[in-house]
Each structure stands twice: as C-alpha cells, then as structure tokens.
C-alpha cells in the first residue's frame, strides 16, 4: 500500500515564509466559485498550490513543506447541494470512512484501522490512520497515510495526509486546520467587482483579476439592478445615461467560461425563442478594437432598439458588456453612438 502523491502543478502558487514566528498560521480563503469559500489556518511555512473548479463548485488543495518532501496534504473541498448535503451525517461519515480503511487494510501493517472523530466549532468529520506494508521506492512514496471526511457548512472536504516519518508534527496541525475549519456563504472580497468613481469616469475591477476596465463618465451614472435572476452576481455592473436614452451593463468573469461569441449568441437567442420573445434583426458581427461584438436591432413601438453585445478575453478574465438605446432615432445614428462608447473604454492589464 505504498502511497504515492499524484498532482498535477496547476493554479496558483502561494508560498507563506515563517518570517513572523509570533503567529505560526495565517488564515487563508479560497474561494468555491458561486458558493462562498472555505477559510484555513494555514500554517506559515507551508507552500500552498489551489485549484478552483466550476462543475462541480470545489477547489482543490495541495499543501507541501516550502522545501523536501517530508509531507503531503492533499484536501477536495466541495459545496454540495442541500439534498446530497443532508447524506453527510456524522454517522455516514463515520461509516463511510470505516468501510474505506477496511478497504485499506489488507496492504497496510495495522490489523485493525481505528476511525477518530474530528471536530471543531463547524466541522464535524472521521478519519484513519495507516502504515503501508511496502517500502517507498520513489520520491514520491509515502509510507505513512491519514485520510477522511469532513464537513464544514455547506462543504465537505476529502483529505489525504501523507509522511515519511511515523512520529510528524505538521500531521497534527493539518488536522487542526481542517477542525478550525470555516464555511462563508458570502461572496469573497476578492472575486467582488469594485467600482471607483472620480471626475473622469468609473474604474471596474475584480482583485482577484488582472484586468482594469475605465468608463468614461460622460452622462453616466451608477444604477441598482433590476433584473434580477443571472444580473445577481458579485460581479455584475449596471449604469445608465438618462439623457441618451443608453443602458449599460454586464460583469466579469474566469476565462474559462467564456466559448465564442457565435456560440453564446446561439444559446442567447434559442433561450429568446423558447420564451417566445421578439428575434433580433440586422445582426452583424463586428470588431470594435479588441471587443468582439453582434450588434443588432430589437423591434419596439414606435422607435429603435439599437444594442450591441461585446465581449473582452484576456488574462484569465472575461468581459461582456451589454449596450442599448432606446429612443426614436434611427437605428443608424444609436448604433454609431454605441460604437463610439465602445471605442471609449479602456481596458488594461494591472
């Protein structure tokens, strides 16, 4: 049962230094993309190597010595819904991670495999202990292995602890840092747009990200929300020009969400038709400097609908502004008022 630790480096690298030997942990948050995130104590002299994923909402966690390989952590920590949430007992747990040490045993040294309860202020959860009969043949052996369940809130975290010396310190404090573990339901100030206002105009930007997008004022000014539905994101915008007539909105988001502008026009449109909503007209696509854009018409009574749906990929982070104007000019003049704000903001890397 010779344990080896299989990981592919991805993600970020976070390396925490012992500098302030006062405060052996530092709480580190990480974010469950749309499910809040999952705080740790961290402790300082550890390397820390992230993975948020999508589908399902996890991220996965690898924690190391800064230097050496005298231990491994390995945590997948997810948000489940309430329906398979309600499945994660304490008594399931503790089942389910008896039947995986029995699983276990047949190539480990212990005869039995004693399941230990892990709690703490919101964490509840089980875990074993194992020594592998085979000796490591390779740098990436462990002989020693501690694994379990725990949940923490709305997320459950499966865990692997893996050592080469039977008596490690750095085991007790991974157990304590998955016990003193916390669950926010809240999105992460890091992954929130923050918007700043001066005399020229807005700056837009999520600090998790690297991009920096300005609007010039103009006659714009900051609107709530009143959409609702997908427009409830931690990193949704909306502003309006009263006097144009114009509408401006969209959010941020990961790179990785975004496919192309053709294939999200489709799914945007089939989603109009099966509404049974009005089809745009005159749609064209177009390159407005970087934005990709489809400009295009919707039919309104007695006037224009003019809009444009852009979109802006760079650095791990995806733009989509929606504009619009809605007025009695000719669809010509409102869409050369749309083109001419495009061409107006500025977006940059920080």
């Not at 700043?196 to 929300?225: C, D, H, I």
Request: hydrophobic share 40%.
């Amino acid at each position: 049962m010779c344990v080896r630790a299989r990981w592919s480096v991805f993600g970020l690298l976070v390396l925490f230094s012992a500098a302030d030997a006062q405060e052996a942990t530092q709480a580190q948050r990480y974010v469950i993309p749309g499910h809040g995130s999952l705080s740790l104590n961290v402790p300082r002299a550890w390397m820390a190597l992230s993975k948020p994923l999508e589908k399902p909402p996890s991220v996965v966690l690898l924690f190391r010595p800064a230097s050496g390989g005298a231990f491994s952590v390995q945590l997948t920590s997810a948000w489940l819904a309430p329906d398979k949430l309600a499945g994660f007992t304490p008594e399931s747990i503790r089942s389910k991670t008896q039947d995986s040490a029995t699983k276990l045993l047949p190539e480990a040294e212990e005869k039995e495999a004693a399941v230990a309860e892990l709690r703490g202020a919101e964490s509840i959860g089980y875990y074993f202990s194992l020594t592998s009969r085979g000796a490591p043949s390779g740098p990436e052996d462990y002989k020693y292995m501690t694994q379990g369940t725990v949940r923490t809130g709305e997320i459950v975290t499966i865990f692997t602890i893996l050592h080469r010396d039977p008596v490690l310190p750095e085991k007790a404090q991974a157990l304590r840092m998955l016990a003193e573990a916390k669950y926010s339901s809240e999105p992460s100030a890091a992954t929130t747009l923050q918007i700043r206002e001066s005399a020229q105009g807005y700056e837009l930007t999520v600090p998790a990200g690297r991009l920096v997008m300005t609007l010039p004022k103009g006659g714009l000014t900051r609107a709530n929300n009143p959409f609702g539905g997908a427009a409830n994101n931690p990193r949704y915008f909306y502003f309006v020009d009263h006097k144009a007539f114009l509408n401006l909105s969209g959010w941020f988001e990961p790179q990785q969400k975004f496919t192309s502008v053709k294939a999200l026009w489709e799914g945007e449109t089939r989603e109009w038709a099966r509404q049974g909503l009005p089809q745009p007209k005159d749609v064209s696509f177009e390159k407005v400097g970087r934005w990709e854009a489809v400009v295009y018409d919707m039919p309104v009574p007695g006037g224009s609908s003019a809009q444009i749906r852009a979109h802006w990929v760079q650095a791990g982070t995806w733009i989509e502004m929606h504009i619009s104007i809605t007025s009695k000019n000719t669809s010509a003049e409102s869409r050369g008022k749309m083109v001419e704000m495009l061409k107006g903001i500025r977006v940059k890397e920080r």
